[in-house]
Each structure stands twice: as structure tokens, then as C-alpha cells.
């Protein structure tokens, strides 16, 4: 049967090829657009040409512009992502405690242009369009030949589009990170260093700092006859073993320890939404100037516990059970040896520059 001419804003396309790989739903459309072209609605029209033009969109932008980086004209979608849930976070303060806020809401869920779905949806939808650029490409290459023309250009399309999704992960990360630090700027107070610290700031090594772990610790040592002044040691030998808690603050360059201010019956749950409030119990603990042991003699040999080795200090710390004593000691490890390795790396690359 010959197909009648296409409607004038219809893209030229392969009917074959497009209805090969579409789903059952799109292919019957391509067949009723291929016998009676007339006779497919302009909701039909639409859907083929936004699916096929997806795809022409990107092969084309990536067969002339590789040497831009991954699909610019998409970057929007990065900052967009990464603020999705202070976004989320707004909307739900604006519907609790603006009366006016919902009233206003209610009114556009009910315009048909809307379909009946509330503000939060559409602020999923770019996430959710930008995860489902790579599985429509993997769709299309899976019934694209090798020797297709297009075929190539879908590899290139694909690899742009899964770097795309994790550009966007990662710009959600760094907001996570970023609001993890700000709430610890508000919520510990340190006091007694010769500098404020800032916690969401660029180290000295390492680039911008990461928040990397946190929770629950006990001081695990003897208790020194005045054990009640904040600034006992955090093992000397006495009489009785000290039992305080505190709370660890992991980055990606130090380790602080802070007190909890008030009374705390359960272990430390980060939640950025929490008011609690902390104060610095010692000195910042900077990870390459550290040894990390596991188990020591004696009374100390305990599956929960481990010790810090900083400069002439020692910091016997336990957890509240073995898994997170393992966790700790991993994470303090892995942060650790990456900062040394950093460093070591700077050094050099500075000892070959003065030489020169």
C-alpha cells in the first residue's frame, strides 16, 4: 500500500525503523499514520514526532558538537535537580503554613492543562526525563543494525546521555553536601580556635569539603579524678572508666568530635532537620596525622572499640556496636589515605616545579 503524503510539519523518518523498536502502543500509531494518515489525531502526531525527534535531537547534537561536552543545552537540568529538594522542601512549608499558597494550588490541579496532578509532580519530572534518556537510547541501539547509519551516532547519543544523568547526580550530591554543612555550621559550635571554621569552605588539599559520616561514640578510657572539666584528657590512668558521649563529624579532611548539648537518650541520626545542638569537645583531628589502630591490650581489646593516634594525643573512642566500629574505621581509613596520597602527590608535583 503506498503511504499518502505526510502532513508538512510530519520529520522525515524511516516508518520501518521507528516502528521497529517503538512500544506496541507507539507502532500501532505508526501503522494507522502509514494506511490512513488523515485519520491520526494531533495528540498521535505529537507523541512520534517527540519521540523521534528526542532521538534525532541528540545524535545530532552529538555527531557536530563533541568537542562541547555532554548535550550543553541540557545543563539547565544539573542546577535544577541538584535544588529538587530544598525545592521539595519549600513547597511542603508553603502548603503547611500558607493557607493562600494551597488555595492557589487547588485551583491549578483543577486546570486541564494540568491533568490533575499537584506542583510536586512537575517538579519530579525533569529528574525523571533525564533517567529515561539512556533507556530509550538502549531501546532504540537494541533494534538499530550495525550497519545502520544511525548506528553510531546512538553509541556516541547514548554515552552523552548517561553522562548527562550522572552530571545530574552528582550536582545532587554536591546540594546534599552543601546543606549537610550548613546545617553543621549552625548546629555545632566550636569555640576556641584561632580561626572560625567553616565548614562549608575549599581544604587546603583536598577541594571543596565532604561530609562524609557521622554518628554516635563514647569515650572509651579511665576518668581522671576531674573528669567533670571539658577538657580532660581522652585516656589517662585514674580510677574509673569513662563511658561519655559524644558525637563524630567525619570530612573528607578531619574528624571532629562534638558534645551533645542537653540530654540524649537515643543514638545520633543525622537529619538536617533537627534542632539539636552540639559543641566542639576537641580540637579538630586531621586525617594525615593520624594512626588508625583497631584493638590495643588489655581492657581495650573490645570488638566496638578502636583508637586515634593524632600527634601526642590518643583518642580511644567506642561505638555502639561492631558493625559501626567497622564502618568508622573504614571510612577513616579510606578518607585518611586518600589525603596522604593527595598530599603526597601536590608535594611532588611542587618539588618538580621549584626545579625546574
Known amino acids: 500500500m503506498l503511504m499518502a503524503s505526510p502532513p508538512s510539519h510530519w520529520p522525515n523518518l524511516d516508518i520501518g525503523w521507528l516502528k521497529k523498536w517503538l512500544p506496541s502502543s507507539c507502532s500501532a500509531i505508526v501503522t494507522k499514520f502509514m494506511e490512513k494518515p488523515d485519520s491520526c489525531s494531533g495528540t498521535d502526531i505529537n507523541l512520534l ?7 534525532t535531537r541528540i ?6 558538537n563533541k568537542e562541547k561536552g555532554p548535550l550543553p543545552h541540557l545543563s539547565p537540568y544539573i542546577r535544577f535537580c541538584s535544588c529538587q529538594l530544598n525545592a521539595g522542601s519549600l513547597l511542603q512549608r508553603k502548603t503547611e ?11 491549578c490541579v483543577t486546570d486541564p492543562r494540568c491533568q490533575g496532578m499537584p506542583l510536586s509532580s512537575f517538579l519530579l519530572k ?12 538502549k531501546k532504540i541501539l537494541k533494534h538499530t543494525p550495525e550497519d545502520h547509519p544511525d548506528h553510531l551516532h546512538l553509541v556516541d547519543a547514548l554515552a552523552k546521555a548517561e553522562e548527562l544523568c550522572s552530571q545530574v547526580n552528582e550536582g545532587v550530591r554536591e546540594k546534599e553536601n552543601s546543606n549537610d554543612l550548613e546545617w553543621i555550621q549552625q548546629n555545632v559550635l566550636c569555640e576556641g580556635l584561632d580561626e572560625k571554621l567553616t565548614f562549608n569552605s575549599v581544604t587546603n588539599c583536598l577541594g571543596p569539603r565532604k561530609f562524609l559520616h557521622s554518628g554516635t561514640l563514647y569515650k572509651h578510657g579511665r576518668r581522671t579524678l576531674n573528669d567533670d572539666d571539658d577538657d580532660d584528657d581522652i585516656w589517662s590512668g585514674c580510677v574509673a572508666k569513662s563511658n561519655k558521649e559524644l558525637v563524630g563529624f567525619l ?17 545520633f541520626t543525622f537529619n538536617i532537620k533537627s534542632k539539636a545542638q ?3 569537645y576537641k580540637m579538630p583531628i586531621f586525617l594525615n596525622e593520624v ?6 591490650d588489655g581492657e581495650y581489646d573490645t570488638p566496638c572499640h ?14 555502639g556496636n561492631a558493625n559501626d566500629r567497622d564502618v568508622w574505621v573504614k571510612k577513616i581509613e579510606t578518607a585518611s589515605r586518600y589525603y596522604l596520597e593527595t598530599e603526597r602527590k601536590k608535594n611532588e608535583k611542587a618539588y618538580l616545579w621549584s626545579t625546574k
Not at 49 to 55: E, F, G, H, K
Not at 59 to 64: E, M, P
Not at 97 to 107: L, M, R, T, Y
Not at 126 to 137: D, G, K, S
Open 49 to 55: 514526532c517527540y519521540v523521534r525527534d528526542l532521538a
Open 291 to 296: 594512626m588508625l589502630k583497631t584493638g590495643t
Open 126 to 137: 525533569p529528574m525523571q526525563r533525564i533517567t529515561r534518556y539512556p533507556l530509550l537510547l
Open 97 to 107: 503554613d500558607v493557607p493562600e499558597f494551597v488555595e492557589v494550588h487547588k485551583q
Open 59 to 64: 545524535i545530532l547534537h552529538t555527531s557536530h
Open 251 to 267: 570530612f573528607n579532611d578531619f574528624l571532629l568530635l562534638a558534645q551533645p548539648q542537653g540530654s540524649s537518650r537515643n543514638s
Open 306 to 319: 578502636f583508637q586515634l593516634c593524632h600527634i601526642n594525643q590518643t583518642y580511644n573512642l567506642k561505638a
Open 278 to 280: 552540639f559543641r566542639m
